[in-house]
């Protein structure tokens, strides 16, 4: 498609374009607003692919999607703005309203709403007033949540072991602290390489403090007893990394004592709010580190000559005290003398207590036992008892078996009486069939084998015949008359 083609009046400078079938033999094409749309949008693009762009910020919004849009303004006319959420993450200054910043991107349109703006990459704050602005913000911030209270600092050791540092490795910086060092008292010296400047920078120094918190007090690599974070000087620009939340947080955490020497003495960043120690420049935080060794070896000579200049001075001033106080003590073979006769004194008098005691205690035990009886005559005494108990005993045990035996006796012969051997003596006999169940006249059928036993033995029988006359007879006599249905003991009235 080919760009479009615009008339422009020269008096009014507005383009218009004829309508379809105004103009015969019009060959101009005909555009859809969709189609105009995208063909402004690769002018745009293609004319200003790369922008950079001076405003402040107003109208910020902050959308669910994780975009950023923002309105730039100067005093004659506005600019919108969007930032999209895979760049808004690596912003090196986040925008905030009425900021002044230099946004970096590429000009596209929107055709959802005719406009133009800017896609933005890069935020960094327009001018040192408005950084100043944004560091006297955060430090009050950062105050106020504790971070730079002097209870939090801890004091740096004199005699550091290892010393680790946090600094570019290819600057001057860590060549004059370890020429320093060297020159005051050599020790052991780690780097930690890091950036001091630009994007990432104040991630890198964070990591790098953490990283030496988290090495073991005992390994490999020795964790340090000291840290510094140093750099050399330049503009608030390029400190700016020194100012960021991320590396103020970790300084003020690290629980190994941190000495920041950022710039030149007239150069002040956060990080040496929150640091146990603030250096002017790198090499006076080496001179903070360690003490120079020729001074420290010359302040222990002479300390050791005052030590001993007082140990002789006070052993002398003993000496004096001690003769002093033995012209006051008698000799000691007098005293030795004196305790040894009242030791004597003593011992004799103890003896003679002792005696009078012991008398005493003896009278006491014979006059006690006067009124005991003989435990010999005790024990005779209760054996009787028990053994006129015991034959008590016995004897009553002997009168209730004897009761007993002739209850016993009494309820045998009750129990013959009433057996039925009794029965059988007097000439009555038991009649059973084979399983031992009694048999009588009723039941006593043809064939039936049956066990007769009398008095004096048994006899085997079998049935031959029925129930005879008689037994008949009898058992109608003994079997009780029915009474009719209707049989009425009051009887009847009609």
Not at 67 to 90: F, M, P, Q, S
Not at 277 to 282: N, V
Not at 444 to 473: C, H, W, Y
Request: aromatic share 4%.
């Amino acid at each position: 498609m080919t760009d479009p083609i615009f008339d422009i009046d020269a008096s009014s400078g507005a383009g218009t374009r004829p309508e379809a079938g105004e103009m015969s033999g019009d060959n101009h094409p005909v555009f859809s607003v969709s189609e105009l749309s995208q063909s402004l949008k690769r002018v745009v693009e293609d004319a200003f692919a790369h922008v950079r762009v001076r405003g402040e910020v107003s109208r910020l919004t902050l959308a669910r999607s994780g975009h950023i849009y923002v309105t730039l303004k100067d005093e004659n006319a506005v600019l919108d703005g969007v930032c999209w959420k895979g760049n808004a993450a690596r912003l090196a200054v986040y925008p905030e309203e009425g900021m002044e910043v230099i946004v970096t991107g590429r000009l596209s349109t929107y055709g959802g709403r005719s406009s133009y703006q800017i896609v933005i990459e890069q935020v960094e704050m327009a001018g040192e007033g408005a950084l100043l602005k944004l560091l006297e913000d955060r430090r009050k911030k950062l105050l106020a949540e504790g971070l730079f209270d002097e209870e939090r600092k801890q004091p740096l050791p004199t005699l550091p072991g290892v010393i680790g540092v946090v600094t570019s490795p290819t600057g001057a910086v860590i060549r004059d602290i370890l020429h320093r060092l060297r020159d005051r008292f050599p020790c052991h010296v780690l780097l930690w390489p890091a950036n001091v400047q630009g994007d990432g920078a104040a991630e890198s120094i964070a990591a790098a403090i953490d990283g030496f918190n988290t090495l073991a007090p005992v390994g490999a690599v020795p964790r340090p007893d000291l840290l510094i974070i140093a750099r050399g000087g330049g503009s608030l620009e390029d400190l700016w990394a020194f100012n960021e939340e991320v590396l103020v947080r970790a300084a003020a955490e690290s629980d190994i004592p941190l000495i920041s020497a950022v710039g030149h003495e007239t150069d002040t960043t956060l990080i040496d709010f929150a640091s146990d120690q603030r250096a002017p420049t790198p090499t006076a935080a080496a001179e903070m580190a360690v003490p120079v060794r020729g001074d420290l070896l010359a302040q222990t000579a002479d300390q050791g000559v005052r030590l001993m200049r007082a140990m002789h001075r006070t052993f002398g001033d003993f000496e004096k005290d001690v003769a002093g106080l033995a012209r006051g003590i008698p000799e000691p073979g007098r005293i030795a003398d004196e305790a040894s006769q009242r030791l004597d004194d003593r011992l004799e008098r103890l003896e003679r207590a002792k005696d009078a005691v012991l008398n005493d205690m003896w009278g006491r035990v014979r006059l006690l036992g006067g009124g005991l009886v003989n435990p010999e005559q005790q024990i005779a005494r209760k054996q009787d008892r028990l053994t006129a108990s015991v034959r008590a005993w016995q004897q009553a045990l002997l009168n209730l078996l004897r009761q007993k035996d002739n209850d016993f006796e009494r309820q045998t012969l009750k129990l013959e009486g009433v057996s039925y051997q009794r029965v059988l003596d007097r000439g009555f006999a038991l009649v059973t069939d084979d399983v031992g169940t009694m048999v009588s006249a009723a039941t006593a059928t043809p064939g039936l084998s049956l066990n007769i036993e009398f008095s004096d033995g048994e006899v085997a029988a079998q049935v031959k015949g029925g129930m005879s006359a008689r037994s008949l007879s009898r058992q109608s006599r003994q079997k009780p008359k029915s009474k009719p249905s209707n049989y009425d003991p009051q009887g009847s009235l009609l």
